[in-house]
């Protein structure tokens, strides 16, 4: 959807939140009608969750604010998680909801800046906003992991990225997971997850190794070598136990590995 279409839509939700529960009239007022465009509003209320004591929000914003006019491709993206979550989480039915409310969407694009700066030479500044990111929603994602578009974290407390880990376009990750190194080795050393992969709560993918398109890990999963294409794996250590029965594991989000 364009940047502009988006926009509308949500401001419409907005005004008919605002007219439906007036306690919260003001709160998106503030966050959302108060703003020109989407990315003034993300801005906004992402540094208002970073900021600390110490650094202001005024100061977040400035740098949030920078990153979204030099590469209006990190905005693009947020619109696309924002999608994935109403198109996968039959729990949600709005574009302001996820905007607003979960901290899953709030914590991959808190990443995407973390990711710029690491990118332009500012790499003390992207590891403190790793550092809230894991203070304020429970996700830790070192800046150097790279993330595509299109992803949702469901409920996402607990998730941990490596360094040289690769999430493509399209997949879900759940609670409590890991893309992590299987020691202090250095180099690319964490897991490269391909499109459609859906990944269950409390799964752990460790060591330099590919989790194929299309594929499922089961829950509670330890998985120390590559994934085939569209298989489903589970156990520990993670085997292959049959095919997923979709497509794409990360739309239908099916967790139930006894019926692949």
Known sequence: MPIDNFWIKLKSEANALAKQEPLLASYIHACVL????????LSFILSNKI??????????????????????????????DIQAVLDRDPAVDSSLTVLLNFKGFQAIQTHRIAHYLWHHDRKPLSLFMQSRNSEVFGVDIHPGAKIGQGVMFDHATGIVIGETAVVEDHVSILQSV???????????????????????????????????RRSKVGAGSVVLKSVPEHVTVV??????????CCDNPCETMNQNVLED
């Open 51 to 80: 900021k600390d004591e110490v650094m202001p929000a005024l100061a977040v914003r400035e740098v949030f604010d920078q990153a979204y006019l030099l590469n209006p491709a990190i905005v693009e993206a947020a619109i696309k």
């Open 235 to 244: 156990g520990v250590p993670a085997k292959v136990v049959g095919i997923p």
């Open 34 to 41: 108060a703003h020109h465009n989407f990315e003034t509003s």
């Open 178 to 212: 890991t893309l992590g190194g299987t020691g202090n080795e250095s180099g690319d050393r964490h897991p490269k997850v391909r499109q459609g992969v859906m990944i269950g709560a409390g799964a752990k993918i460790l060591g330099n190794i590919e989790i194929g």
